[in-house]
Nanobody
Framework: QARLVESGGGLVQAGDTLSLSCVAS????????MGWYHQAPGKERDAVAW???????EYADSVKGRCKISRNNSNNTLFLHIDNIKPEDAGTYFC????????????WGQGTQVTVSL
């Protein structure tokens, strides 16, 4: 019954801000660490950011300085904001439920696709 559903993908202008959401259900969201992951076309899936149950965040080098991960435990929602979107940011974004920071998720969402226009 546990589920993660991403939303917010679509066409984003280069230089603009990407805003994504992930709604969790079927588990006690507030007790779990969460993460965002990015998979560019033809590339492997890479971590973007992580946030633990206490709200402490970590970021990948590729997005440091222009990314914020946050969570709202009242409505079981995970957020991702990336400023100054670049063409290489295009691809599919997934949220994940993780037992430990920087570990592989035990559960993935279905993903939301992001296209970057020049």
């Amino acid at each position: 019954q546990a589920r993660l559903v991403e939303s917010g993908g679509g066409l984003v202008q280069a230089g603009d801000t990407l805003s994504l959401s992930c709604v969790a259900s079927g588990f006690t969201f507030r007790q779990w660490n969460m993460g965002w992951y990015h998979q560019a076309p033809g590339k492997e899936r890479d971590a973007v950011a992580w946030i633990n149950a206490n709200g402490n965040a970590e970021y990948a080098d590729s997005v440091k300085g222009r990314c914020k991960i946050s969570r709202n435990n009242s409505n079981n929602t995970l957020f991702l904001h990336i400023d100054n979107i670049k063409p290489e940011d295009a691809g599919t974004y997934f949220c994940g439920q993780i037992a430990h920071m920087q570990a592989q998720p035990k559960r993935w969402g279905q993903g939301t696709q992001v296209t970057v226009s020049l």
